[in-house]
C-alpha cells in the first residue's frame, strides 16, 4: 500500500511538472518596411512579460522557453513605429514570426 501510495505521488510530480515545461520557440526576422534591410538591435517583447530578445547583425531573434498559446508580442526599434503581433506558439514547437516596420515620419 505505501509502494501504491509513493508511486502515485511520484507520477503526479511528473505530471505536474511536465505541464508547466509546455514552452516552444519564437523565431523571425526584423527588416526596414521600405528598403527591406535588417534592423540589427531591434527588440522583441513578449507583452505580458518582461521577456525579449533582441535581432542580430541579419535582423534574426530567437526567443526560447516561450509559454504555449496565444502571445501578444512587440517589435520596436528607435526610429520606426512599433508594431504589435499575436502569434501562437506551439509546445516544442518553432513558431515563426518575420515583422517589417516602418519608419517614423
Do not use: K
Amino acid at each position: 500500500m505505501l509502494r501504491a501510495f509513493f508511486s502515485a505521488l511520484v507520477l503526479s510530480v511528473v505530471l505536474s511538472v511536465s505541464a508547466f515545461a509546455q514552452t516552444g520557440t519564437l523565431s523571425g526576422r526584423i527588416t526596414d518596411a521600405d528598403t527591406n534591410q535588417p534592423l540589427p538591435g531591434a527588440t522583441v517583447q513578449l507583452v505580458a512579460s518582461e521577456r525579449g530578445a533582441a535581432a542580430d547583425a541579419y535582423g534574426r531573434f530567437t526567443l526560447r522557453d516561450v509559454p504555449s498559446g496565444s502571445a501578444s508580442v512587440r517589435v520596436s526599434f528607435v526610429g520606426f513605429l512599433a508594431q504589435e503581433a499575436t502569434v501562437n506558439v506551439a509546445s516544442g514547437e518553432t513558431a515563426t514570426l518575420n515583422v517589417s516596420l516602418v519608419a517614423d515620419p
